[in-house]
């Protein structure tokens, strides 16, 4: 079992900056990859970007450039830098890992609200 724990969401204007934290606990060394999800009102969740386990990271075109993803393997938590941004980026943003034991498993945090004012 893992645990995810996202913090860090807020109110920000347009152009400002906001940096998000998973903190992962439990059997986090099987793994394979962790990644960031929004979901905006009344739209799906959609994918942010992700950190492989080779520290390799991938992004949504929409926040290619503006996002950037780390992880802090001996804190067990992934961060999320958020520059530049905009009232489309407002949504609750999740924390999601996948792992590896004896089959995939998928596991979500309760996700952080972030509000970009115009």
């Known amino acids: 079992q893992v645990q995810l724990v996202e913090s860090g969401g807020g109110l920000v204007q347009y152009g400002g900056s906001l940096r998000l934290s998973c903190a992962a606990s439990?059997?986090?060394?099987?793994?394979?990859?962790m990644a960031w999800y929004r979901q905006a009102l009344d739209k799906q969740r959609e994918f942010v970007g992700n950190?492989?386990?080779?520290?390799?990271?991938n992004y949504a075109d929409s926040v290619k450039g503006r996002f950037t993803i780390s992880r802090d393997n001996a804190k067990n938590t992934m961060y999320l830098q958020m520059n530049s941004l905009k009232p489309e980026d407002t949504a609750v943003y999740y924390c999601?890992?996948?792992?590896?034991?004896?089959?995939?498993?998928?596991?979500w945090g309760q996700g952080t609200q972030v509000a970009v004012s115009s």
């Open positions: 999601n890992m996948k792992t590896f034991t004896q089959g995939l498993n998928n596991y």
């Open positions: 950190i492989m386990k080779d520290g390799t990271t």
């Open positions: 439990g059997n986090v060394n099987s793994m394979i990859v």
